[in-house]
Protein backbone atom coordinates (compact mmCIF):
# COMPACT_ATOMS: atom_id res chain seq x y z
CA UNK A 1 0.00 0.00 0.00
CA UNK A 2 1.30 3.47 -1.05
CA UNK A 3 -0.37 5.76 1.40
CA UNK A 4 0.91 9.46 2.47
CA UNK A 5 -0.67 12.21 3.19
CA UNK A 6 -0.66 16.12 1.64
CA UNK A 7 -2.43 19.36 3.28
CA UNK A 8 -4.05 21.34 1.45
CA UNK A 9 -5.68 25.33 2.15
CA UNK A 10 -4.87 24.44 5.60
CA UNK A 11 -7.98 22.18 5.99
CA UNK A 12 -8.27 19.18 3.87
CA UNK A 13 -5.30 16.31 4.13
CA UNK A 14 -5.79 14.08 0.60
CA UNK A 15 -4.32 10.39 0.94
CA UNK A 16 -2.93 8.39 -2.03
CA UNK A 17 -3.58 4.35 -1.60
CA UNK A 18 -2.46 2.40 -4.88
CA UNK A 19 -4.14 4.43 -7.56
CA UNK A 20 -6.98 6.24 -5.82
CA UNK A 21 -6.88 9.74 -4.36
CA UNK A 22 -8.86 10.39 -1.12
CA UNK A 23 -10.06 14.06 0.33
CA UNK A 24 -10.13 14.09 4.38
CA UNK A 25 -12.28 17.17 5.74
CA UNK A 26 -9.74 17.16 8.60
CA UNK A 27 -8.98 13.60 8.64
CA UNK A 28 -12.96 12.85 9.52
CA UNK A 29 -13.93 10.95 6.63
CA UNK A 30 -13.81 10.61 3.13
CA UNK A 31 -15.63 13.40 1.22
CA UNK A 32 -15.07 12.34 -1.91
CA UNK A 33 -13.07 9.84 -3.64
CA UNK A 34 -11.48 9.74 -7.81
CA UNK A 35 -9.48 7.12 -9.61
CA UNK A 36 -6.43 8.65 -11.47
CA UNK A 37 -7.52 9.94 -14.94
CA UNK A 38 -10.95 11.09 -13.60
CA UNK A 39 -9.98 13.89 -11.91
CA UNK A 40 -7.67 15.79 -13.61
CA UNK A 41 -7.34 18.75 -10.77
CA UNK A 42 -5.95 15.91 -8.33
CA UNK A 43 -2.29 16.63 -11.27
CA UNK A 44 -2.53 19.94 -10.31
CA UNK A 45 -3.13 20.02 -6.95
CA UNK A 46 -0.90 17.55 -5.95
CA UNK A 47 1.92 19.49 -8.09
CA UNK A 48 1.13 22.77 -6.24
CA UNK A 49 1.04 21.42 -2.80
CA UNK A 50 4.69 20.43 -1.65
CA UNK A 51 6.75 23.61 -1.77
CA UNK A 52 8.78 22.79 1.49
CA UNK A 53 12.90 22.33 0.46
CA UNK A 54 15.09 24.42 2.09
CA UNK A 55 18.19 23.35 0.89
CA UNK A 56 19.94 21.67 -2.63
CA UNK A 57 20.87 18.50 -2.62
CA UNK A 58 24.79 19.62 -3.11
CA UNK A 59 26.19 23.09 -2.05
CA UNK A 60 27.73 24.84 -4.97
CA UNK A 61 31.52 24.17 -6.25
CA UNK A 62 34.35 26.70 -6.25
CA UNK A 63 34.92 28.98 -9.06
CA UNK A 64 38.34 30.23 -7.45
CA UNK A 65 40.48 28.17 -10.03
CA UNK A 66 38.12 28.77 -13.27
CA UNK A 67 40.34 31.35 -15.64
CA UNK A 68 37.39 33.67 -16.92
CA UNK A 69 40.10 35.53 -18.65
CA UNK A 70 40.84 32.42 -20.22
CA UNK A 71 37.16 31.86 -21.50
CA UNK A 72 36.62 35.77 -22.37
CA UNK A 73 39.68 37.19 -23.44
CA UNK A 74 38.63 36.75 -27.08
CA UNK A 75 35.07 37.33 -26.69
CA UNK A 76 34.97 41.24 -25.82
CA UNK A 77 31.95 43.04 -27.27
CA UNK A 78 30.40 39.84 -28.33
CA UNK A 79 27.23 38.90 -27.62
CA UNK A 80 27.72 36.59 -24.71
CA UNK A 81 24.47 33.93 -25.72
CA UNK A 82 26.93 32.80 -28.51
CA UNK A 83 29.95 31.92 -26.00
CA UNK A 84 30.46 28.23 -24.88
CA UNK A 85 30.71 29.32 -20.68
CA UNK A 86 32.03 26.88 -18.47
CA UNK A 87 29.52 24.50 -16.62
CA UNK A 88 31.12 25.76 -13.39
CA UNK A 89 29.96 29.50 -14.31
CA UNK A 90 26.36 28.25 -14.30
CA UNK A 91 23.42 28.14 -11.60
CA UNK A 92 21.16 25.16 -11.36
CA UNK A 93 18.49 26.86 -13.40
CA UNK A 94 17.33 27.33 -16.63
CA UNK A 95 16.53 31.17 -17.38
CA UNK A 96 13.13 29.48 -17.60
CA UNK A 97 13.27 28.92 -14.08
CA UNK A 98 14.82 32.49 -13.55
CA UNK A 99 12.22 33.86 -15.02
CA UNK A 100 9.62 32.77 -12.67
CA UNK A 101 11.27 34.61 -9.76
CA UNK A 102 9.70 37.86 -11.12
CA UNK A 103 6.46 36.56 -9.46
CA UNK A 104 7.94 36.09 -5.37
CA UNK A 105 5.83 39.44 -4.80
CA UNK A 106 2.86 38.20 -6.33
CA UNK A 107 1.00 39.62 -3.00
CA UNK A 108 1.44 43.19 -4.68
CA UNK A 109 -0.27 42.59 -7.90
CA UNK A 110 -3.24 41.05 -5.45
CA UNK A 111 -3.62 43.90 -3.22
CA UNK A 112 -3.14 46.09 -6.70
CA UNK A 113 -6.14 43.82 -7.81
CA UNK A 114 -8.23 44.75 -4.59
CA UNK A 115 -7.68 48.36 -4.67
CA UNK A 116 -10.03 50.87 -5.68
CA UNK A 117 -7.80 53.26 -6.17
CA UNK A 118 -5.72 54.03 -9.42
CA UNK A 119 -2.90 55.54 -7.68
CA UNK A 120 -2.41 52.98 -5.06
CA UNK A 121 -2.42 50.61 -7.82
CA UNK A 122 0.09 51.93 -9.60
CA UNK A 123 2.76 51.93 -6.91
CA UNK A 124 2.01 48.13 -6.05
CA UNK A 125 2.51 47.30 -9.80
CA UNK A 126 5.31 49.71 -9.42
CA UNK A 127 6.81 47.71 -5.91
CA UNK A 128 6.12 44.79 -8.13
CA UNK A 129 8.32 45.43 -11.01
CA UNK A 130 11.07 46.51 -8.76
CA UNK A 131 10.48 43.57 -6.71
CA UNK A 132 11.07 41.23 -9.65
CA UNK A 133 14.68 41.98 -9.76
CA UNK A 134 15.33 41.52 -6.10
CA UNK A 135 16.38 38.19 -6.49
CA UNK A 136 19.29 38.95 -9.01
CA UNK A 137 21.03 40.50 -5.73
CA UNK A 138 24.41 38.68 -5.64
CA UNK A 139 23.58 36.19 -8.09
CA UNK A 140 26.42 36.01 -9.77
CA UNK A 141 25.82 32.66 -11.21
CA UNK A 142 24.62 32.24 -15.09
CA UNK A 143 21.50 30.38 -15.35
CA UNK A 144 21.86 27.93 -18.60
CA UNK A 145 20.75 28.83 -21.97
CA UNK A 146 17.13 27.10 -22.57
CA UNK A 147 17.18 24.83 -25.38
CA UNK A 148 15.11 25.43 -28.27
CA UNK A 149 11.10 23.75 -27.14
CA UNK A 150 12.13 24.22 -23.63
CA UNK A 151 9.49 24.56 -21.35
CA UNK A 152 8.91 25.05 -17.31
CA UNK A 153 5.53 25.09 -15.12
CA UNK A 154 5.00 26.34 -11.65
CA UNK A 155 1.60 26.57 -10.12
CA UNK A 156 1.79 27.87 -7.09
CA UNK A 157 -1.81 27.72 -5.29
CA UNK A 158 -0.86 28.91 -1.98
CA UNK A 159 0.69 32.19 -3.63
CA UNK A 160 -2.32 32.53 -6.12
CA UNK A 161 -1.06 31.91 -9.47
CA UNK A 162 0.30 29.36 -12.13
CA UNK A 163 2.95 30.16 -15.06
CA UNK A 164 3.93 28.16 -18.30
CA UNK A 165 6.78 29.51 -20.05
CA UNK A 166 8.36 28.01 -23.39
CA UNK A 167 11.93 29.30 -25.46
CA UNK A 168 10.01 29.98 -28.36
CA UNK A 169 13.56 31.00 -30.58
CA UNK A 170 17.03 29.90 -30.15
CA UNK A 171 19.07 32.30 -32.17
CA UNK A 172 18.02 35.02 -31.04
CA UNK A 173 17.25 33.59 -27.71
CA UNK A 174 13.87 34.53 -27.33
CA UNK A 175 11.64 33.29 -23.77
CA UNK A 176 7.90 33.31 -23.45
CA UNK A 177 5.80 33.45 -20.63
CA UNK A 178 2.20 33.86 -19.24
CA UNK A 179 1.05 33.89 -15.91
CA UNK A 180 -2.72 33.31 -14.60
CA UNK A 181 -4.17 34.34 -11.46
CA UNK A 182 -5.38 31.15 -9.46
CA UNK A 183 -8.48 33.39 -9.02
CA UNK A 184 -8.67 35.17 -12.55
CA UNK A 185 -7.33 38.37 -10.53
CA UNK A 186 -4.69 39.04 -13.19
CA UNK A 187 -2.96 37.92 -15.98
CA UNK A 188 0.79 38.85 -16.51
CA UNK A 189 2.93 37.63 -19.56
CA UNK A 190 5.82 39.05 -22.04
CA UNK A 191 8.78 37.66 -23.93
CA UNK A 192 12.32 38.36 -22.70
CA UNK A 193 15.45 38.18 -24.90
CA UNK A 194 18.24 40.29 -23.70
CA UNK A 195 21.25 41.22 -25.04
CA UNK A 196 24.20 40.07 -23.08
CA UNK A 197 27.29 41.40 -23.86
CA UNK A 198 31.09 41.17 -22.32
CA UNK A 199 33.44 44.59 -21.68
CA UNK A 200 36.42 43.33 -20.77
CA UNK A 201 35.90 43.70 -16.75
CA UNK A 202 32.05 43.32 -16.52
CA UNK A 203 29.05 41.85 -18.46
CA UNK A 204 26.13 43.65 -19.43
CA UNK A 205 22.44 42.59 -20.09
CA UNK A 206 20.37 44.76 -21.78
CA UNK A 207 16.74 43.90 -21.44
CA UNK A 208 14.93 43.45 -24.23
CA UNK A 209 11.17 42.34 -24.52
CA UNK A 210 7.85 43.79 -23.36
CA UNK A 211 6.28 43.27 -19.97
CA UNK A 212 2.55 43.57 -19.47
CA UNK A 213 -0.04 43.05 -16.34
CA UNK A 214 -3.40 42.88 -16.75
CA UNK A 215 -6.11 43.60 -13.94
CA UNK A 216 -9.97 42.24 -15.45
CA UNK A 217 -11.68 43.46 -12.19
CA UNK A 218 -10.53 47.16 -13.20
CA UNK A 219 -9.88 46.54 -16.82
CA UNK A 220 -6.92 47.90 -16.68
CA UNK A 221 -3.82 47.00 -18.38
CA UNK A 222 0.48 48.03 -17.20
CA UNK A 223 3.36 48.19 -19.85
CA UNK A 224 6.81 48.14 -18.92
CA UNK A 225 10.80 46.87 -19.48
CA UNK A 226 13.28 46.05 -16.89
CA UNK A 227 16.03 47.86 -16.16
CA UNK A 228 19.83 46.80 -17.64
CA UNK A 229 21.70 44.38 -15.48
CA UNK A 230 25.66 44.38 -14.75
CA UNK A 231 27.92 41.96 -13.29
CA UNK A 232 31.30 43.63 -12.09
CA UNK A 233 34.62 42.02 -11.91
CA UNK A 234 34.23 39.36 -14.09
CA UNK A 235 37.80 38.38 -14.33
CA UNK A 236 39.44 39.08 -11.22
CA UNK A 237 38.06 41.13 -7.78
CA UNK A 238 34.73 40.91 -5.86
CA UNK A 239 31.81 40.23 -8.24
CA UNK A 240 28.69 42.80 -7.80
CA UNK A 241 25.78 43.31 -9.54
CA UNK A 242 23.77 46.84 -10.39
CA UNK A 243 20.83 47.68 -11.86
CA UNK A 244 20.91 50.69 -13.85
CA UNK A 245 18.36 52.48 -16.37
CA UNK A 246 14.57 54.29 -16.88
CA UNK A 247 11.65 51.95 -16.13
CA UNK A 248 8.57 53.29 -17.64
CA UNK A 249 5.33 51.80 -16.15
CA UNK A 250 2.24 52.96 -17.97
CA UNK A 251 -1.20 52.48 -17.47
CA UNK A 252 -2.79 52.63 -20.86
CA UNK A 253 -6.62 52.89 -19.54
CA UNK A 254 -5.81 55.96 -17.24
CA UNK A 255 -3.14 57.42 -18.76
CA UNK A 256 -1.08 57.50 -15.62
CA UNK A 257 2.24 56.39 -15.59
CA UNK A 258 5.20 55.99 -13.55
CA UNK A 259 8.83 56.68 -14.34
CA UNK A 260 11.37 54.92 -12.20
CA UNK A 261 15.32 55.91 -11.80
CA UNK A 262 17.21 52.64 -10.98
CA UNK A 263 20.23 54.83 -9.96
CA UNK A 264 24.06 53.59 -11.41
CA UNK A 265 26.93 52.90 -8.95
CA UNK A 266 28.55 56.44 -9.14
CA UNK A 267 32.10 57.27 -8.69
CA UNK A 268 31.83 56.75 -4.63
CA UNK A 269 29.06 53.99 -5.09
CA UNK A 270 26.80 56.15 -2.95
CA UNK A 271 24.22 55.65 -5.17
CA UNK A 272 24.23 51.77 -5.49
CA UNK A 273 21.26 49.66 -5.78
CA UNK A 274 18.77 53.11 -5.65
CA UNK A 275 16.14 53.47 -7.21
CA UNK A 276 14.11 56.36 -7.29
CA UNK A 277 10.72 58.06 -9.62
CA UNK A 278 7.44 59.57 -9.77
CA UNK A 279 3.53 58.85 -10.58
CA UNK A 280 2.85 60.71 -12.98
CA UNK A 281 -1.16 61.33 -13.92
CA UNK A 282 -2.17 61.87 -17.14
CA UNK A 283 -1.26 65.72 -17.81
CA UNK A 284 2.09 64.79 -16.62
CA UNK A 285 1.62 66.42 -12.81
CA UNK A 286 3.76 64.51 -10.58
CA UNK A 287 1.15 62.79 -7.74
CA UNK A 288 3.71 61.05 -5.84
CA UNK A 289 7.16 60.18 -5.55
CA UNK A 290 8.92 56.79 -4.97
CA UNK A 291 12.06 55.82 -3.53
CA UNK A 292 14.20 53.18 -2.03
CA UNK A 293 16.55 50.49 -3.46
CA UNK A 294 15.62 47.16 -5.66
CA UNK A 295 18.08 44.65 -2.84
CA UNK A 296 15.66 45.86 0.16
CA UNK A 297 12.36 48.29 -0.14
CA UNK A 298 10.39 50.75 -1.27
CA UNK A 299 8.64 53.82 0.11
CA UNK A 300 6.11 56.53 -1.36
CA UNK A 301 5.92 59.63 -0.32
CA UNK A 302 4.55 63.42 -1.22
CA UNK A 303 6.65 64.80 -4.35
CA UNK A 304 7.01 68.40 -2.93
CA UNK A 305 8.21 66.58 0.30
CA UNK A 306 10.96 64.41 -1.78
CA UNK A 307 12.03 67.22 -3.96
CA UNK A 308 13.01 69.06 -0.72
CA UNK A 309 14.91 66.68 0.62
CA UNK A 310 16.72 65.30 -2.61
CA UNK A 311 17.57 69.05 -2.65
CA UNK A 312 19.07 69.15 0.49
CA UNK A 313 20.74 65.80 0.23
CA UNK A 314 22.61 67.05 -2.77
CA UNK A 315 23.80 70.24 -0.95
CA UNK A 316 25.32 67.85 1.74
CA UNK A 317 26.57 65.39 -0.40
CA UNK A 318 28.48 68.46 -2.25
CA UNK A 319 29.74 69.94 0.96
CA UNK A 320 31.03 66.22 1.67
CA UNK A 321 33.08 65.97 -1.36
CA UNK A 322 34.62 69.29 -0.48
CA UNK A 323 35.68 68.74 2.31
CA UNK A 324 37.17 64.98 1.65
CA UNK A 325 40.71 63.81 0.28
CA UNK A 326 39.93 60.68 -1.25
CA UNK A 327 40.42 60.58 -4.58
CA UNK A 328 38.10 58.87 -7.20
CA UNK A 329 38.46 55.33 -8.67
CA UNK A 330 36.94 56.76 -12.30
CA UNK A 331 36.47 52.85 -13.13
CA UNK A 332 33.78 51.71 -11.23
CA UNK A 333 34.44 47.78 -12.26
CA UNK A 334 37.17 48.53 -9.70
CA UNK A 335 35.23 49.94 -6.82
CA UNK A 336 33.46 47.42 -4.44
CA UNK A 337 30.08 48.00 -3.63
CA UNK A 338 29.81 50.04 -0.48
CA UNK A 339 28.81 48.42 3.40
CA UNK A 340 24.92 47.96 3.65
CA UNK A 341 23.16 50.43 4.67
CA UNK A 342 19.10 50.91 5.48
CA UNK A 343 17.53 53.36 3.18
CA UNK A 344 17.01 56.59 5.09
CA UNK A 345 13.34 57.02 5.38
CA UNK A 346 12.10 60.46 4.85
CA UNK A 347 9.24 61.58 7.29
CA UNK A 348 5.61 61.04 6.15
CA UNK A 349 7.13 58.03 3.89
CA UNK A 350 4.65 54.82 3.66
CA UNK A 351 6.57 51.44 2.74
CA UNK A 352 5.17 49.62 -0.45
CA UNK A 353 7.28 46.39 -0.87
CA UNK A 354 10.35 45.19 1.24
CA UNK A 355 11.94 42.03 0.48
CA UNK A 356 11.33 39.07 1.85
CA UNK A 357 14.91 37.28 4.00
CA UNK A 358 16.88 34.80 2.66
CA UNK A 359 17.30 31.81 4.24
CA UNK A 360 20.84 31.48 6.22
CA UNK A 361 22.36 29.17 4.06
CA UNK A 362 21.82 31.01 0.81
CA UNK A 363 25.46 31.57 0.18
CA UNK A 364 25.91 28.17 0.27
CA UNK A 365 23.38 27.34 -2.47
CA UNK A 366 24.20 30.30 -5.27
CA UNK A 367 22.99 33.26 -3.03
CA UNK A 368 19.63 31.83 -3.89
CA UNK A 369 15.79 32.63 -2.26
CA UNK A 370 13.92 30.27 -0.43
CA UNK A 371 11.80 30.67 -3.36
CA UNK A 372 14.27 29.76 -6.09
CA UNK A 373 15.81 26.84 -3.70
CA UNK A 374 12.32 25.14 -4.43
CA UNK A 375 11.97 25.77 -8.52
CA UNK A 376 13.91 22.54 -9.69
CA UNK A 377 12.18 20.25 -7.05
CA UNK A 378 11.26 17.68 -8.47
CA UNK A 379 9.70 14.19 -7.05
CA UNK A 380 8.00 10.96 -8.34
CA UNK A 381 4.90 11.96 -8.90
CA UNK A 382 5.64 15.62 -10.56
CA UNK A 383 7.72 13.78 -12.90
CA UNK A 384 4.46 11.59 -13.93
CA UNK A 385 2.41 14.26 -15.05
CA UNK A 386 5.22 16.98 -16.48
CA UNK A 387 5.59 17.35 -20.26
CA UNK A 388 8.97 15.90 -21.03
CA UNK A 389 10.67 19.54 -22.04
CA UNK A 390 10.33 20.86 -18.96
CA UNK A 391 13.59 22.15 -16.94
CA UNK A 392 12.94 20.02 -14.43
CA UNK A 393 13.89 16.70 -16.57
CA UNK A 394 17.15 18.23 -18.02
CA UNK A 395 19.95 16.03 -17.18
CA UNK A 396 22.70 18.74 -17.17
CA UNK A 397 20.82 21.05 -14.74
CA UNK A 398 20.02 17.86 -12.71
CA UNK A 399 23.57 16.85 -12.60
CA UNK A 400 24.93 20.54 -11.76
CA UNK A 401 22.69 20.83 -8.40
CA UNK A 402 23.32 17.26 -7.31
CA UNK A 403 26.94 18.37 -7.31
CA UNK A 404 28.17 16.75 -10.23
CA UNK A 405 30.23 18.54 -12.25
CA UNK A 406 31.72 16.22 -14.48
CA UNK A 407 28.45 14.26 -15.49
CA UNK A 408 26.99 18.42 -15.77
CA UNK A 409 29.86 19.43 -18.25
CA UNK A 410 29.31 16.05 -20.39
CA UNK A 411 25.45 16.31 -20.27
CA UNK A 412 25.82 20.25 -21.22
CA UNK A 413 27.68 19.63 -23.98
CA UNK A 414 25.54 16.60 -25.22
CA UNK A 415 22.40 18.53 -25.21
CA UNK A 416 24.28 21.77 -27.20
CA UNK A 417 25.42 19.63 -29.66
CA UNK A 418 22.26 17.35 -30.06
CA UNK A 419 20.74 21.18 -30.37
CA UNK A 420 22.89 21.80 -33.35
CA UNK A 421 22.46 18.66 -35.21
CA UNK A 422 18.22 18.66 -35.07
CA UNK A 423 18.50 22.05 -36.59
CA UNK A 424 21.00 21.23 -39.74
CA UNK A 425 18.69 18.60 -40.04
CA UNK A 426 15.57 20.76 -40.30
CA UNK A 427 17.65 23.20 -42.75
CA UNK A 428 18.18 20.14 -45.21
CA UNK A 429 14.60 19.01 -44.98
CA UNK A 430 12.97 22.78 -45.17
CA UNK A 431 11.20 21.61 -41.88
CA UNK A 432 9.86 24.32 -39.72
CA UNK A 433 9.95 24.38 -35.84
CA UNK A 434 6.74 23.92 -34.03
CA UNK A 435 6.00 26.37 -31.39
CA UNK A 436 3.76 24.58 -28.84
CA UNK A 437 2.22 26.84 -26.89
CA UNK A 438 2.98 30.22 -27.91
CA UNK A 439 2.46 32.84 -31.56
CA UNK A 440 3.86 36.08 -32.67
CA UNK A 441 1.75 38.71 -32.40
CA UNK A 442 1.36 42.34 -31.92
CA UNK A 443 0.75 43.35 -28.02
CA UNK A 444 -2.52 44.16 -27.33
CA UNK A 445 -1.98 47.82 -25.89
CA UNK A 446 1.51 48.81 -27.38
CA UNK A 447 1.19 47.04 -30.89
CA UNK A 448 4.72 46.05 -30.45
CA UNK A 449 6.25 42.97 -31.54
CA UNK A 450 5.13 40.11 -28.88
CA UNK A 451 4.60 36.44 -27.89
CA UNK A 452 1.16 35.29 -26.76
CA UNK A 453 -0.33 32.41 -25.17
CA UNK A 454 -1.97 30.10 -27.50
CA UNK A 455 -3.27 28.13 -24.53
CA UNK A 456 -4.52 24.68 -23.72
CA UNK A 457 -1.29 23.65 -21.52
CA UNK A 458 -3.09 23.12 -18.41
CA UNK A 459 -5.42 20.56 -20.64
CA UNK A 460 -2.20 18.08 -19.91
CA UNK A 461 -2.44 16.84 -23.56
CA UNK A 462 1.62 16.45 -24.41
CA UNK A 463 1.23 14.50 -27.27
CA UNK A 464 4.11 14.93 -30.23
CA UNK A 465 6.07 17.51 -27.99
CA UNK A 466 10.14 17.44 -29.93
CA UNK A 467 12.74 15.62 -27.75
CA UNK A 468 15.22 17.79 -26.52
CA UNK A 469 16.90 15.87 -23.77
Known amino acids: ?38 MSDVKNVFHSACWNRSALPAAMLSR ?33 QRLTEYMEHTYLIQKASTSQDSIHRMKCVAAFAVSAVASQWERTGKPFNPLLGETYE ?92 NVEIINHKTG ?13 GKELHKVEGYILDKSKKKICALYGKWTECLYSVDPATFDAYRKSDTKRSEKDRKGSTQVA ?7 PPPEAETVQVIPGSALIWRISPRPDNSGKYYAFTSFALQLNELNAEMERVLPQTDCRLRPD ?22 QRTARKNRSKSDEEWKIRWFHQGPNPYTGAPDWLYTGGYWDRNYSHLPDIY
Open 1 to 38: TDLWYLYYDGSYIMTKNNNSYNWLDQGSSVCNQAQVGE
Open 64 to 96: KNVSMWGVLKKCIGMELSKITMPVICNEPLSFL
Open 154 to 245: LLREDLGFRWVSEQVSHHPPVSAFHVEGIKSDFMFHGSIYPKLKFWGKSVEAEPRGIITLELPLHNEAYTWTNPTCCVHNIIMGQLWIEQYG
Open 256 to 268: ERCCLTFKPCGIF
Open 329 to 335: DEDPDEM
Open 397 to 418: IRALENGDIDAASAEKNRLEEK
